[in-house]
């Protein structure tokens, strides 16, 4: 009898649980924390501009927080009731007298004798270990963030004053191995999104003399020698599709774009603005403590990163590492503008429709400073000029990446044409003949070309430019200018 009275109590109080949606109250709580936090040390905002996003922020964490003590409250009251009830129930059918509502007799109702019996103890946990097997199955994906890997993500990566305290820490535990005056070699690739980056990051990656960023460093991107230590046994992980959709596979262990928070927690009101990203010189502070960021991250490796912000800092960087004596290379693909712009166009519809249902998303990109597309979308300016006619473009049309396309390439030609520690890669040529190109880049990096045999080289569908004689020809101009540049130009 206490058995199946334990039974029924913890059955509906389950159904209590999953009806007031606890879970649901203690992740919005999380998450409201989080960003509080957050913008308790945004990168982008003056002290004015904080104090009143912390003021706006409190009012979330402590109404939430007010929600998930009320509905704990009630989810206790609903179990104290739930026992008092069967423990009349009981009473009753053993004959006994039902009790009166006297402090005595009440408390004798809600903690009856048999409370702690294991007869009632086997029945409270029975319905729990019988819901995975009666409970609906989930047609749903699993989410990729957890509230709590948001949560990490706000406080680790997104503030800047926590970035740079752990960073501190750091630099700390890691102060002998950094003591040493090695020179260092840094390849770079950077220019507009969808060009190839990616693929050149993972075929480089291949090799072991290379040594970059993975997702393995987030969201602790700022102790980037100790967490990947601290986490090591994760040896195994799932390979997956990025969001982009465009067959491009990335696990846990997938060098990406991650070293821009480095400088959006340093530098971030310096050259994010409200519709541009624009070009800012290093200074030697700045310089020393990324120059540590990079040999925490490469040890005595070759550092290798992908980041289209690269450029805005590209010239003042190259100066200071070869002030060091550090051997440094930026790789610039470019691609067809029609389709480069097309891939853009799609990537900002696909981008923009996820970050309108989830803000994390929004706010992530903005951690990574991606902002090649999506709603916060910004215009890189490495040459100080008016941009006003490009904004003033529809973002859901190709005019708008068109336009935007020649302005950014036309400035990369403008300064490191001519350079010789810069290189040009054109996409199309890559996807022709990704040995030779491969080739080349290590030459050009000072690397046998032999090990390019270390590399699992896939054939590519070869890139479509079946529009290309519909463009304006000013694009056409500029493309076949930065072909004639190009490494790989073998024709």
Known sequence: MTFLAGFIVSFLAIICFVKIDFNSSINKWILETARFVYYSGHPLLNDDEIFDQIKKRFKGVSSSLLVVLLKIIVFLATIAILVGISSMIISLLRGQEILNFRQDDVLASLFPDYLFQWPFILGTIAPILLAPFISKKRTTEKATYSAIDKFLHYIFLGNKNIARFIFKIE???????????????NIYISGMARAGTTVLMQYLGELKEFESLSYRNLPFLFMPKTWPYLISWRKKTKQKERF???????????????????????LGANYIKNNTIISYQLNEKIFNRYSAFRRLVARDKIYLAKNNNHLLRAESLHQFDKKHNNKTLTIIPFRNPYEQSKSLLKQHKLLGKL?????????????????????????PVLIEKD????????????????????FFYSQVLTLFKEKADFCFVCYEDFVSNPKMTLEKLLSKANLSEHLVNAISIKEF????????????????????????ISINNFG
Request: proline letters at 1%; charged letters at 20%; hydrophobic letters at 35%.
């Open 461 to 484: 569908k070869q890139a479509s430019t079946q529009e290309t004689h519909l463009l304006d020809h000013k694009y056409l101009n500029l493309y076949n200018q930065l072909k004639l």
């Open 171 to 185: 630099l700390f535990l890691n102060k002998k191995s950094l003591k040493t005056n090695d020179s260092s070699c």
């Open 244 to 266: 982009h959709l465009d067959g491009v596979m990335h696990s846990l262990n997938s060098y990406e774009a991650l070293e821009e928070p480095f400088f959006r927690n340093n």
């Open 387 to 406: 941009v006003k006619f490009i904004l003033n473009l529809d973002k859901n049309s190709i005019d708008y990446w068109l336009q935007t396309w020649h």
């Open 355 to 379: 970050q309108k249902v989830d803000s994390f998303t929004l706010d992530y990109m903005d951690f990574l400073v991606h902002h090649e597309f999506g709603l916060h979308c910004k215009i």
